[in-house]
């Protein structure tokens, strides 16, 4: 009885997570294909904080491709306020020597 609901438990399992490995790759490789020629995302008023988000996004993933090129230019960024400074430190804190 254990092995039955074992094997349809991962079937079920394997249903519902194609869906969402799809999604993720689709989103990703929308990320790719809007990706400014210089290596930013979003429009020129917004793309530090376009930017941010998806480098946050990226870090969960294994797109080092994109994920590296935009982040060599975000470090580039100037960092005018709080806010810019706060997000600079989320998008870099995952390769900070002490995590």
């Known amino acids: 009885m254990f092995k039955k609901f074992l094997i349809i438990f991962l079937i079920t399992f394997a249903l519902i997570a194609s869906p969402t490995d799809d999604a993720i790759n689709n989103g990703i490789e929308w990320l790719k294909l809007n990706q400014n020629p210089d290596s930013t995302w ?50 870099i804190s995952p390769f900070s020597p002490e995590r």
């Open 42 to 91: 979003g429009e020129e008023y917004n793309n530090f904080l376009s930017t941010s988000a998806v480098l946050q996004a990226l870090t969960l993933s294994n797109e080092d491709s994109i994920f590296d090129v935009g982040l060599e230019k975000f470090m580039d960024f100037s960092l005018p306020s709080l806010d810019y400074t706060s997000r600079y430190l989320e998008v």
